[in-house]
């Protein structure tokens, strides 16, 4: 019967004991960089749903904006429409020719600028020119 140390382990008995430690330290690694890995894109996931709902909100004031600003413009257009019927009456003589051009110069850039369409345009100089 071969004699058996008592005590320490053998070379093998060593190999196999460290084997499984590393196996386990792997696995545990393994698990832990998982864990991080789906926390991180949960994070990353909310934090792109955020600044899509700040890009709505910020969006959606620009559309308001947008739409307050053409009703100034439509609610100048149409003071500018009430008061230029009365404008050609006023002057007489050889003053009117200089009022008359700032006029259609007037309507001209409110027609550039996309206040008023093109129908509106012809109306109103059409108005002017008779």
Known sequence: MPLRRVGR?????LAARTA???GTATAVSGGMQRRQ?????EEQQ??????????????AAAQQAVAQQQAQQQA?????Q?????????????GAGGDLMA???QLAALHAQGILSDDEFSAAKAKLLS
């Open 9 to 13: 382990p053998g070379l093998l008995g």
């Open 82 to 94: 009430q008061a230029a019927p009365a404008a050609p009456a006023a002057p007489a003589g050889g």
């Open 103 to 105: 006029q259609l110069q």
């Open 76 to 80: 100048q257009w149409q003071a500018q």
């Open 37 to 41: 890995q789906d926390k991180a894109m």
């Open 46 to 59: 909310a934090a792109d749903y955020q600044a899509q709902q700040q890009q709505a909100q910020m969006d």
């Open 20 to 22: 499984v430690v590393a």
